[in-house]
């Protein structure tokens, strides 16, 4: 979990790294840095559900990382996103689907179902199956875990990191809270109004 002033220390990592001290520059970092922990939480959370290993310590580590590399580009370019690292998420479990992870972040439950439809068409694999854990996190976040049940076999058939469904639930369970811990971090409420 991040401390306060954790991204203040980053930026200041990245503005000595780049050698980049102006007030733009260190405001760029700032916001490059924000910008690059959400992107990386959003990241690691997904590749953990996806690829499997520890989702909550995925997104922990996707976030610093992001972070650090955010504070470099907003200290060099003036707030401008890491590219590069919305690339590599994008092309592990398909744009559509890091994008509605995004929407997801913001609350924005139709994009986000939108898009994990339109993920859940890809032809790779891991993308399609991205959009499937999607869609069952922006229900379970309204707090339909009912509808993302409906999702299970889906999910149990076709991710084989999945054990059972008890498992499927734990981990849908602790996508949702890592979710909601990311808009904390990010001061956004944790839950969406109105859900």
């Given at each position: 979990m991040r401390r306060p002033g954790q991204f203040a220390a980053i930026a200041l990592i990245a503005l000595l790294a780049t050698g980049c001290a102006g007030p733009k520059s260190a405001e760029g970092?700032?916001?490059?840095?924000?910008?690059?922990?959400?992107?990386?939480?959003?990241?690691?959370?997904?590749?953990?559900l996806i690829f499997g290993g520890d989702a909550l310590g995925g997104a922990a580590a996707g976030a610093a990382i992001?972070?650090?590399?955010?504070?470099?580009?907003?200290?060099?370019?003036?707030?401008?996103?890491?590219?590069?690292?919305?690339?590599?998420?994008?092309?592990?479990f398909g744009e559509d689907n890091y994008n509605g992870f995004l929407a997801l972040v913001a609350c924005d439950y139709d994009r986000a179902?939108?898009?994990?439809?339109?993920?859940q068409q890809d032809q790779n694999r891991n993308h399609a199956?991205?959009?499937v854990w999607l869609e069952a996190i922006a229900y379970a976040?309204?707090?339909?875990?009912?509808?993302?049940a409906t999702l299970y076999p889906t999910l149990e058939r076709d991710d084989?990191?999945?054990l059972d469904r008890s498992d499927t639930e734990r981990?849908?369970?602790?996508?949702?809270?890592?979710?909601?811990?990311?808009?904390?971090?990010?001061?956004?409420?944790?839950?969406?109004?109105?859900?």
């Open positions: 970092a700032k916001q490059g840095a924000a910008s690059g922990a959400v992107g990386g939480a959003v990241g690691g959370l997904v590749s953990g992001g972070a650090a590399s955010g504070a470099a580009a907003g200290a060099a370019s003036g707030a401008r996103v890491d590219q590069q690292q919305s690339q590599r998420y994008a092309s592990e179902l939108a898009l994990a439809t339109k993920g199956l991205s959009g976040d309204q707090n339909n875990y009912d509808k993302a084989p990191v999945l981990k849908l369970k602790d996508a949702v809270r890592k979710l909601r811990t990311i808009r904390t971090e990010e001061n956004l409420a944790p839950q969406c109004s109105g859900r």
